[in-house]
């Protein structure tokens, strides 16, 4: 079954760097379009960013965009979030979602999204 994989998370000082990798074991991403959602203690999930299966369009929240990239690893069975010039205000529980998709417009919305990882957590200290 395909069950997305969250790697990477961890404690980093603001100003710093993380990349979280999302994985799906025995499956290649290339027809799932992904996305990365967070969640901070107390707050709603909200959606970061976004990659289409197709033409690797991707979207970003106003939050982190110019901070953070989301890519796909050549070999098509890895989706990246390079989370740079971290801030306190990204602490939060980052998860990995994925749809079957092959439209050029990637999923923004959480609801969907089929398939979701338990989740890495990402802690930036000020």
């Known amino acids: 079954q395909f069950q997305p994989v969250e790697s990477g998370g961890g404690l980093v000082q603001s100003g710093g760097s993380l990349r979280l990798s999302c994985e799906a074991p025995g499956f290649t991403l290339d027809y799932y379009a992904i996305g990365w959602f967070r969640q901070a203690p107390g707050k709603e999930r909200e959606g970061v960013s976004c990659?289409?299966?197709?033409?690797?369009?991707?979207n970003y929240a106003d939050s982190v965009k110019g901070r953070f990239t989301i890519s796909r690893d050549n070999n098509g069975r890895t989706v990246n979030l390079q989370m740079n010039s971290l801030e306190p205000e990204d602490t939060a529980v980052y998860f990995c979602?994925?749809?079957?998709?092959?439209?050029?417009?990637?999923?923004?919305?959480?609801?969907?999204?089929?398939?979701w990882g338990q989740g890495t957590q990402v802690t930036v200290s000020s």
């Open positions: 990659v289409s299966s197709t033409e690797g369009f991707t």
């Open positions: 979602a994925g749809v079957y998709s092959r439209t050029t417009s990637p999923p923004k919305s959480a609801g969907e999204y089929t398939h």
